[in-house]
């Protein structure tokens, strides 16, 4: 097919999912646009990479460069999403008193920078950061957090999954790209194949559990239309994980997307408490191939090598370079200084630890792994409980909460500008979100039935008026 006319029926086909997923009952605020655009610049390239300008090249052991730009376009979207929080106080009060973890390891994130050698960069990054927590609160903070998750779910996947295909099949040029061993990858709209993997994956995991909400509640304004925009997104999230060969990316898409179908069969919307016990299963099956070796097949069934693709041995190496076991480097400036250089010459070209949480006890030490593990608690704790309220999202809560801690395992999914990173970030507060309000609507005594969810009792309780 000629590259113009694919180009052209990208355009329409977008166009045509964004129609058929429209609801004129489901109207989410125009502040939803904010970390949707977010979304679809930190999900592919930079603007200033899509415009040609100043091409990031990162060299071992220097600050790597950021565009003005690209700074200046993070400083507007932040500054918007300020003012729209500042319209919603109430509400934001109520989700950051319950999402405490999040605050106290935001804060620690910026104490540490009293001890970094760099803590001009880190401070960057961590304003970077906080945009990131911006973008989440405009979303949990909305009139109805639940149909804000998934219209910012459509919206993000609509354009960059189908963009992706396309790239890579009509314009290798900026769809393909070579690693530092001169093998070609596909990038699609990213920067690199693990990127990409990693974006399929929760774009692809997000329209599952949109599919499977449908598919359990037919009677919806609108079924057919939505039904057929969530498949054509989630066959489109599927082809990139295949393109992509990210082997954690495409394992994290099948357990999220499995944990959802057992979470809400009829029994586990009637008893809740069993997703407790359907989690544990999990976790002491994958313990007990830890113990009997059986890892290593699943390893190899994933098309790794039982020491993790080489990760062991950078693991090795990486452990006793912390600066201070305690509290770390300073928040995200482990990667720069003279140890770069040491580490290019064991490795090559390096970046990242493959660990999420090696990767935060770098940068942070014990201190930031511990409140990491208080994160990921507080977080599936509050998803259990907004799956309580709410089955179909609190599944898809759930889900993320959990395939962040497992992805992390391979990957270092816990850094900023990873999207694992921003939706374990959107899980958690969302799903402390839904328990403030339910909390509210306990204490009013006002009935409202439960969002996305039918067949349960109404409970009782007073709307939130975001803007």
């Known amino acids: 097919m000629n590259p113009s006319l694919a180009l052209a029926l990208y355009a329409v086909g977008v166009g045509c999912l964004f129609y058929l997923d429209r609801d004129s009952a489901d109207r989410p605020?125009?502040?939803?646009?904010?970390?949707?655009?977010?979304?679809?610049?930190?999900?592919?390239?930079?603007?200033?990479?899509?415009?040609?300008?100043?091409?990031?090249?990162?060299?071992?052991?220097?600050?790597?460069?950021?565009?003005?730009?690209?700074?200046?376009?993070?400083?507007v979207l932040i500054l918007f999403g300020l003012i729209a929080l500042s319209r919603r106080r109430k509400e934001l009060m109520a989700v950051l008193r319950l999402s405490w973890p999040v605050v106290l390891y935001f804060s620690y994130a910026l104490l540490s920078l009293l001890w970094s050698d760099y803590s001009g960069w880190g401070l960057k990054r961590w304003a970077r950061a906080i945009g990131e927590l911006v973008m989440v609160l405009v979303v949990a903070t909305d009139a109805h957090p639940g149909k804000a998750v998934?219209?910012?779910?459509?919206?993000?996947?609509?354009?960059?999954?189908?963009?992706?295909?396309?790239?890579?099949?009509?314009?290798?040029?900026?769809?393909r790209a070579y690693d530092q061993w001169?093998?070609?990858?596909?990038?699609?709209?990213?920067?690199?194949?693990?990127?990409?993997?990693?974006?399929?994956?929760?774009?692809?995991?997000?329209?599952?559990?949109?599919?499977?909400?449908?598919?359990?509640?037919r009677k919806q304004p609108n079924w057919g239309r939505q039904m057929l925009a969530q498949c054509v997104l989630l066959c489109f999230g599927m082809d990139v994980l295949l393109i992509a060969h990210s082997a954690t990316s495409g394992a994290c898409f099948?357990?999220?997307?499995?944990?959802?179908?057992?979470?809400?069969?009829?029994?586990?919307?009637?008893?809740?408490?069993?997703?407790?016990?359907?989690?544990?299963?999990?976790?002491?099956?994958?313990?007990?191939m830890w113990i009997f070796g059986g890892t290593a097949a699943a390893v190899h069934a994933m098309g790794?090598?039982?020491?993790?693709?080489?990760?062991?041995?950078?693991?090795?190496?990486?452990?006793?370079?912390?600066?201070?076991?305690?509290?770390?480097?300073?928040?995200?400036?482990?990667?720069?200084?003279?140890?770069?250089?040491?580490?290019?010459?064991?490795?090559g070209f390096i970046n990242e630890s493959h660990n999420g949480y090696i990767e935060v006890y770098l940068n942070l030490g014990l201190v930031g792994v511990g409140l990491l593990a208080l994160i990921l608690l507080q977080g599936y704790r509050a998803s259990v409980a907004a799956f309580r309220r709410d089955p179909p999202l609190?599944?898809?809560?759930?889900?993320?909460?959990?395939?962040?801690?497992?992805?992390?395992?391979?990957?270092?999914?816990?850094?900023?500008?990873?999207p694992v990173w921003f939706f374990l970030l959107l899980a958690i507060v969302t799903a402390n979100r839904v328990r403030a309000t339910a909390g509210s609507l306990l204490k009013t005594g006002q009935e409202q039935a439960p969002s996305g969810f039918r067949g349960e009792r109404p409970q009782r309780g007073l709307k939130f008026n975001a803007a």
């Open 304 to 347: 790794r090598r039982s020491d993790f693709t080489g990760r062991t041995e950078i693991w090795s190496v990486l452990i006793p370079m912390a600066p201070n076991a305690l509290v770390g480097a300073g928040f995200e400036t482990f990667w720069i200084g003279p140890r770069v250089d040491r580490l290019d010459k064991i490795f």
């Open 182 to 217: 001169g093998f070609q990858m596909n990038v699609g709209v990213t920067s690199n194949k693990n990127m990409l993997g990693v974006s399929a994956f929760v774009l692809a995991l997000g329209a599952a559990g949109q599919v499977l909400r449908l598919y359990r509640d």
């Open 394 to 418: 609190g599944a898809l809560l759930v889900a993320y909460t959990f395939t962040a801690a497992f992805y992390s395992v391979t990957e270092a999914g816990f850094r900023m500008l990873i």
């Open 29 to 75: 605020s125009k502040a939803l646009w904010l970390p949707v655009i977010w979304l679809w610049i930190d999900g592919s390239k930079p603007v200033s990479a899509w415009l040609g300008m100043n091409p990031q090249v990162q060299i071992g052991g220097q600050l790597p460069e950021t565009s003005a730009l690209d700074q200046l376009i993070a400083a």
């Open 150 to 175: 998934r219209r910012l779910l459509s919206r993000v996947g609509f354009v960059l999954l189908p963009a992706s295909v396309l790239l890579i099949k009509y314009f290798p040029a900026l769809g």
């Open 254 to 288: 099948a357990l999220g997307t499995g944990l959802m179908f057992l979470a809400t069969l009829p029994r586990m919307r009637r008893n809740p408490a069993m997703v407790h016990m359907l989690v544990f299963v999990i976790l002491l099956v994958g313990s007990l």
